[in-house]
Structure formats: structure tokens, C-alpha cells
């Protein structure tokens, strides 16, 4: 066997890539552009500077987690296929993972951050229980989407056994 036979696994490098992915998109539009919560809204209020102060504080170092993550993610990727040159960023397997890591950023986020720790919600006020249910639901769809289009990539004979 060659080494561009060789077969290679895709699926820590996208769970985690898919978890960095999902935490920007999360930190990005939730946090700062709709700013319907902060990390620890739900405990420390941002109606002042230094509630807010605090809040800017914890969204930087969630921030920090997953660019960390998406790093990761990478480097795992690359150390995987640097030898077997595949066509990896078309790879269904590889998106398929990157889909399912960002569905289980939603549902530990949520279950975590939202359900157990109460640091914050995905929109609070009368139907805040609606809306952290709706973002543990695509946490589910996505990991099920996800795995999925792993599985299909996997039957694909355009892979080549390489991705």
C-alpha cells in the first residue's frame, strides 16, 4: 500500500474544528452582533461598565477557547494528511465531522453554559426556555447531519480511501 492509499481518519480533526467553528459563530453573531447574551449575563448583569467589563472579559476568553480549538483542529488535520496529499477540503468525510463538532459545541454550550451553570441564555426574557431548547435541538440536528454526510463520504469511490 502507498502511502496516498494510506487511510486516514478525519473525525477528531473536524469534531474539533467543527467545535471552534460553531463557538466563533456562536461568540460572533449571539455575543457581539445581536448581543442577545454575553458569557455570564445571566449572572453578572451589563446594564453598568464594569457587569459589562466583566462580560467583554468572559467572551474573550471563550474566544480564546476556540480559536485554540480551530488551531487544534488543524494542526490535527494537517499531521493527518501532510504524507497523503488527499483532496481533504472537498472530503464529505472531513465536513461531515466539522458539521458534527459544531452540533456538539451547541449541545454542550447549551446543556453547560445555559441549563447547568445559568451563565447566560440564547435570548433571555418570557420565552428564554424556548430558545435554549431550540439551540440544544441543532446541536442534535446538526451531530446528525454531520455524521450523515460523514457516512456518505465514506461510500464515495471518488475518495480514494484517502480522506
Request: charged share 15%.
Amino acid at each position: 500500500m502507498s502511502m496516498q492509499d494510506k487511510r486516514v481518519s478525519l473525525k477528531a480533526p473536524g469534531i474539533i474544528l467543527g467545535i471552534g467553528l460553531g463557538g466563533f459563530f456562536d461568540g460572533i453573531f449571539l455575543h457581539q452582533i445581536f448581543q442577545l447574551h454575553h458569557m455570564f449575563s445571566s449572572r453578572i448583569a451589563v446594564e453598568n461598565l464594569s457587569g459589562l467589563e466583566m462580560n467583554t472579559i468572559g467572551d474573550g476568553l471563550f474566544h480564546t477557547v476556540t480559536w485554540l480549538s480551530v488551531l487544534l483542529g488543524l494542526y490535527l488535520l494537517y499531521s493527518r494528511i501532510a504524507d497523503t496529499q488527499g483532496p481533504v477540503w472537498g472530503s464529505k468525510v472531513l465536513w461531515g465531522w466539522i458539521i458534527a463538532g459544531w452540533g456538539c459545541f451547541n449541545l454542550v454550550e447549551g446543556l453547560v453554559d445555559h441549563q447547568i451553570l445559568d451563565l447566560h441564555h440564547v435570548y433571555a426574557g418570557p420565552n428564554q426556555l424556548l430558545w435554549d431548547m431550540l439551540f440544544l435541538a441543532s446541536g442534535v440536528i446538526l451531530i446528525l447531519v454531520g455524521w450523515f454526510v460523514a457516512r456518505q463520504g465514506k461510500k464515495d469511490p471518488a475518495a480514494s480511501g484517502r480522506v
